[in-house]
């Protein structure tokens, strides 16, 4: 099952009158992991989640689970394997925890064992029977997860699980997020729009903006995108840069500051020599690694390339 593709789509389309929402998209994600989608408000999230589960029709494009598309007869059984938390769920408020544990497992057709089994991966065991008008959003929310996981799936899809969650309940949903691969088996594909929300679980990440997939890959693929720079201070900044140019190194930006390609400490050391020897006041040095949030703000054009922090 570990090399297994859990989600496969191919060219991927969706527009709605002249909007491309989904924009062929080829996205893989594979067995064991965390794939986290991201892209900002309107990127086209919520309606790829839609299209892989089946609720709205691509205009182009196939989706694949577990190897089989899923436009076909086998579409049912295909989608038996796959829970899933669109937006809020939907809770009859006027009954406990369990009880709209109960309704669902009885649609499903579900073992009853399964009803303690979800309450205490998601940590309501103690407040099952509460009825959830009184649960806060994170309970609300972990109710969804629990009523999602009840039909014991192997891909579980999370639309924004923690959206208007507060940090307690944000840190919560991330833990149990982190421990469905490992302890149960279960593939997950979560969207958000903010990059520190996935990071920190994600082991695959998506980025959409605009309806196109921008990145795909490791979160260390996404550190290579922007390697290490030096940050030179310079009282002749342009002749810096040009000097610098001249002599190989690939200056990246350049504002009053230089910003060159360099990896090393080795790097740094050369560069001043060369500059010093050139008569260039050098009064500052640094080494930066772009954050990933920088990237990933980079990526999405949420923050222009020259105001790089370092
Ligand atoms: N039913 C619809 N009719 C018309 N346009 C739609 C419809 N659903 C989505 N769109 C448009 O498609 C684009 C993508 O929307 P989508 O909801 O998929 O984005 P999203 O990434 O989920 O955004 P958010 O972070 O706000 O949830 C947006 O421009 C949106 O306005
Ligand atoms: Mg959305």
Do not use: C
Not at 228 to 237: K, N, W
Not at 249 to 266: C, D, F, M, R, T
Not at 277 to 283: A, C, E, L, T
């Amino acid at each position: 099952m570990n090399n297994q593709t859990i989600i496969q789509t191919t060219g991927l389309t969706r527009r709605y009158k002249t909007l491309v929402a989904v924009n062929k998209l080829d996205l893989k994600v594979p067995a064991g992991s965390v794939y986290g989608f991201l892209g900002p408000n309107g990127a086209g999230k919520t309606t790829t989640i839609r299209m892989l589960l089946g609720l709205i029709t691509p205009d182009e494009g196939t989706v694949r689970l577990f190897g089989e598309d899923i436009h076909t007869p086998a579409r049912l059984n295909l989608l038996r394997r796959v829970g899933s938390l669109v937006e809020m769920p939907s809770l009859y408020l006027h009954l406990t925890g369990r009880e709209n544990l109960e309704v669902t497992r009885r649609l499903l057709d579900a073992d009853k064992k399964h009803i303690d089994r979800v309450l205490s991966i998601v940590n309501l065991t103690a407040d099952a029977d509460r009825v959830t008008k009184g649960y806060s959003l994170g309970m609300k929310q972990r109710l969804g997860l629990a009523l999602a996981l009840l039909n014991e799936p192997d891909l579980l899809m999370l639309d924004e699980p923690t959206n208007g969650l507060d940090p307690a309940g944000i840190h919560e949903m991330r833990e149990l997020i982190r421990s469905l691969p490992q302890q149960h088996g279960i593939t997950v594909f979560v969207s958000s729009h903010l990059l520190s929300e996935v990071e920190q679980v994600a082991t695959h990440l998506g980025i959409v903006r605009k309806g196109n997939l921008i990145f795909q890959g490791t979160l260390e693929a996404l550190q290579a995108q922007r390697p290490t720079y030096l940050h030179i201070g310079a009282r002749q900044p342009e002749a810096a840069a040009t000097i610098l140019q001249k002599t190989g190194w690939q200056v990246i930006s350049q504002n009053g500051h230089v910003n060159v390609k360099a990896a090393s400490e080795a790097d740094a050391a050369t560069i001043n020599t060369a500059l010093i020897k050139q008569g260039i006041d050098v009064y500052h040095l640094s080494l930066v690694q772009p954050s990933l949030e920088t990237i990933f703000l980079q990526l999405t054009g949420e923050q222009p390339e020259q105001t790089e922090t370092h």
